[in-house]
């Protein structure tokens, strides 16, 4: 495990620890985030704790062509209850990511820090987001960090039931007419598993990440 300075630049993932965990400290700019998901990690931690940065092996992803629709799903995408849209109201997206509240979970890890570089990104052109609507009103959403060919999911949320579901689809489908290779859902997750995320291994995933990074 690696104590993170004034630089921006992490170690290679192979010496994260069993659990994932790569480094500590350092800070969220815009700069330092963008170089720890081309490089493959993430941060993840709880408001007030140190900044703590993961890789973990197995990674959970969704190759777009991989997205499985039940058929309750294609019904409910079939009769137009909801409108979907794509990176309209980020801001809106995050804060409900940072403020719904989960079962089983105390607080969010999307720090004010964290939403403010996200912000930040998003108007870079690299986070981008996916809108569920019901009557004008935002219900369910995701947002993420766009690398081209590689999406790195970030977060999201429901107000109705499924409705980040058909976020979550609409991306895939989306993603996958514009040949996109891959979804990184991070770690295991069974919502996910359910719609076709899959476990690869580390050195697999390091594969897809941006040859510039």
């Not at 104590?3 to 790569?22: H, N, R, T, V």
């Not at 499985?68 to 980020?90: C, E, G, H, L, P």
């Amino acid at each position: 495990m690696f104590l993170l300075g004034a630089l921006y630049d992490f170690p290679p993932i192979e010496l994260a620890s069993p659990e994932g965990i790569i480094a500590v400290g350092g800070d969220l700019h815009p700069k330092r985030l963008i170089q720890a998901y081309k490089n493959g990690i993430f941060p993840w931690f709880n408001e007030g704790e140190p900044i703590v940065w993961y890789s973990p092996d197995p990674r959970m992803v969704l190759f777009p062509k991989d997205i499985r629709i039940s058929k309750s799903m294609r019904k409910i995408i079939r009769d137009k209850i909801f409108t979907v849209t794509y990176n309209q109201a980020f801001k809106q997206v995050i804060r409900n990511c940072k403020t719904v509240q989960r079962k089983g979970q105390i607080g969010s890890w999307i720090t004010d820090d964290l939403e403010q570089s996200m912000i930040k990104l998003h108007k870079q052109g690299i986070a981008k987001s996916v809108e569920v609507w019901q009557d004008n009103q935002l219900v369910g959403g995701l947002y993420g960090l766009d690398f081209g060919n590689l999406f790195c999911g970030e977060s999201m949320f429901s107000l109705v039931s499924n409705t980040s579901k058909i976020a979550y689809i609409f991306l895939a489908q989306k993603l996958e007419l514009e040949n996109y290779l891959l979804i990184d859902c991070q770690v295991f997750n069974e919502h996910l598993a359910s719609l076709g995320a899959q476990e690869i291994s580390r050195n697999t995933f390091k594969e897809y990440l941006p040859i510039d990074n």
